[in-house]
């Protein structure tokens, strides 16, 4: 575990894998349940940290972070979301390319897995789903889509992401789903949260 | 009550509604958003009797005008711009009166970048998690204003302010960022260190809501791997290939993938929106 100050009042927790980051989130999320953390005003994972911010004593928070036991993920336990998925993605026979299965082994492999949010980024309700293994990587696109359409599920590197809506990309498509990733107007307004469980389930006909 | 709207007669450049944003939701992806400026936010609301975290409209370089339904009181902050109401000068920086039906002319910034046009009640679109604030990046809240659009008030809820004029900071000559290094310095050469607290920087005309943009020096990278996306904050100096750094502002984007090399005291971001194009820039380190 490493500690970057970050201006006055945040901080950056630098761990050695994802899991180990999805870990430290999880504990911190515990903490802020049970009302132990100090107040924090955003808790970000992303690839391999944890952002801290608007601490009010970021020094003394740093402090005592390193003495802290976090359990490791435990696989299982608590609910999982399902998104309902068709497998028709225009990427689809480049994915299994490289991959090295049929069209119909992608939908086989991708729908067995089990997935984490590991963070969310570049548009709200973004997820950056982990749950692939290093074998399943796949390059993004040379040249990146000018509009991809809302709800298209995507492979870049080991992750997976579903568009909450149209806008452009470099991610390899495999799929299309109806789930609403994103709606303000509903509480919570994103369906897929930092250190949820998920699974999609291969539909003929992808129903909310 | 229907009088109490506003009618968009000239939109000018950009001009957007702002509260205090909504800060809470980066682990969404969500960008916190809300004033660039949110000293001249609070004061043009106290002016006009509103609690300071109302909506209020955030004007770029070019004003705006505005017809007003139903008489109220407004006030016109932030950058320095001739005021207008009913063709007659009017006060800039204190509480307005304004007629129904006539006209508010918010006139182009004489120094500075962003006005700040607060209305009695504040301005009522439905907010989206918790915040009226148009996001640039994301495209949360309402939409910029566009000519003809109407916009609704709220009920006023105390007396405007008795003032004739209020102490209000001048737009920049040289912006000056007080900034820490990390957490990403130690991806920099020691020059670039150097070359970030040097000067020579300008603010690029290609600045926004999203990032203050600079030209001049590049700072030079000491490792030239990818740096998995992170979290960024407020503030945060990202420097991206080009090696020209950039101040993420109230838009900025909430994980990143550049390597920010030094954090700006949010105290000294109000500043930065102010700054126009060409204004030199120094970064100070705060030790």
Known sequence: MRLLPVGEGALLVELGSGEEAGALHAELLRRRAEGTLPPVREIVPAARTVLLDGVEEPD????????????????????????????????????????????????????????????????????????????????????????VPAGSVALAGTYTGVYPRSSPGGWQLIGTTDAVLWDPAREPASLLSPGARVRFVPCAEAGR | MTDRALVVVRAGALTTVQDLGRPGHAHL????????DPYALRL??????????????????????????????????????????GGRPAAWGAPVRVAAGELLEVGAAVRGVRSYVAFAGGIATEPVLGSRSTDLLSGLGPAPLADGAVLPLGRPTGPAARVDGSPWPGPPSELVLRVRFGPRDDWFTEGARRTLAAGGHRVSAASNRIGLRTEGPALERAVHGELPSEGMVLGAVQVPPDGRPVVFLADHPTTGGYPVVAVVREHDLAAAAQAAPGTPVRFVPDR
């Not at chain 1, 067995?112 to 709200?124: L, S, Y």
């Not at chain 2, 992806?29 to 660039?36: D, E, I, M, T």
């Open chain 1, 60 to 147: 003394r928070l740093a402090d005592e972070l390193p003495r802290w036991s976090v359990p490791p993920l435990a696989p299982g336990g608590g609910a999982v979301t399902e998104i309902p998925v068709r497998y028709d993605g225009p990427d689809l026979a480049e994915v299994a390319a490289l991959w090295k299965v049929s069209v119909a082994g992608v939908a086989a492999v991708h729908s067995a897995a089990e997935f984490r949010v590991a963070f969310c980024g570049f548009a709200p309700g973004f997820a950056y789903l982990t749950g692939l293994g290093e074998e399943f990587a796949v390059p993004r696109r040379v040249t990146p889509r000018t509009a």
């Open chain 2, 29 to 36: 992806g969500v960008p916190r958003s809300g004033a660039l």
């Open chain 2, 44 to 85: 043009a609301n106290r002016l006009v009797g509103n609690p300071g975290h109302e909506a209020v409209l955030e004007t770029t370089l070019t004003g705006c005008e505005i017809r007003p339904r139903g008489e109220l009181t407004v006030a016109v902050g932030g950058a320095p711009c001739p005021v207008r109401v």
